[in-house]
T-cell receptor, first 116, second 113 residues
Framework: DAGVIQSPRHEVTEMGQEVTLRCKPISGHDYLFWYRQTMMRGLELLIY????????DSGMPEDRFSAKMPNASFSTLKIQPSEPRDSAVYFC??????????????FGPGTRLTVL | AQSVTQPDIHITVSEGASLELRCNYS??????LFWYVQSPGQGLQLLLK??????LVQGIKGFEAEFKRSQSSFNLRKPSVHWSDAAEYFCAVGNSGYSTLTFGKGTMLLVSP
């Protein structure tokens, strides 16, 4: 398996532009997570899905952020309009469902977003 | 709500020396505990995990961690550090349903020759 795939790996955009980050989870995984990593706040969970359904989006910072998972093999995180403070590395992770708990989350390589 | 504290932001260790990275968690029930490693420009990779049973768990790359309930700790250790171990290390705790993980701020490990 190729692991979790994220695109693009780097994105540079100007303030006010729309940004779309993409993620392909590992085949067969039921959970998908979006994280944001910054120096100041560390690794924060933004939203997660179970079987393509958003379960908890309490970590989404503002209405400018939205996430979708139209099918089991694809998810997007959209920022519209983008602001300089959105600059960060965004990670997607996925994992299998587990009855006993504890299966690891597999992380993608991340998308480094710079908003000028 | 659960939380994780990694008190050391940076640690420098000489190559060949032993390593211990500290992690303290706050959680009301039996926690699910993880250590991940992040190399520059890469995603996070799981080193080891603890759910139950033996409190000393072995992981990849020669790492181990010990769960101490009385101290709410899950410290990561390695007897002899290699230059390739230089990276950032994250401790994480899983919630009761193990739906989500809460990560610590990370500890950056520097390895000196």
């Amino acid at each position: 398996d190729a692991g979790v795939i994220q695109s693009p790996r780097h994105e540079v955009t100007e303030m006010g532009q729309e940004v779309t980050l993409r993620c392909k989870p590992i085949s067969g995984h039921d959970y998908l997570f979006w994280y944001r990593q910054t120096m100041m706040r560390g690794l924060e969970l933004l939203i997660y899905f179970n079987n393509n359904v958003p379960i908890d989006d309490s970590g989404m910072p503002e209405d400018r952020f939205s996430a979708k998972m139209p099918n089991a093999s694809f998810s997007t995180l959209k920022i519209q309009p983008s602001e300089p403070r959105d600059s960060a590395v965004y990670f997607c992770a996925s994992r299998e469902a587990s009855s006993g708990g504890g299966d690891e989350q597999f992380f993608g390589p991340g998308t480094r977003l710079t908003v000028l | 709500a659960q939380s994780v504290t990694q008190p050391d932001i940076h640690i420098t260790v000489s190559e060949g020396a032993s390593l211990e990275l500290r992690c303290n968690y706050s959680y009301g029930a039996t926690p699910y505990l993880f250590w991940y490693v992040q190399s520059p420009g890469q995603g996070l990779q799981l080193l080891l995990k603890y759910f139950s049973g033996d409190t000393l768990v072995q992981g990849i790359k020669g790492f181990e961690a010990e769960f101490k309930r009385s101290q709410s700790s899950f410290n990561l250790r390695k007897p002899s550090v290699h230059w390739s171990d230089a990276a950032e290390y994250f401790c994480a705790v899983g919630n009761s349903g193990y739906s989500t993980l809460t990560f610590g701020k990370g500890t950056m490990l520097l390895v000196s020759p």
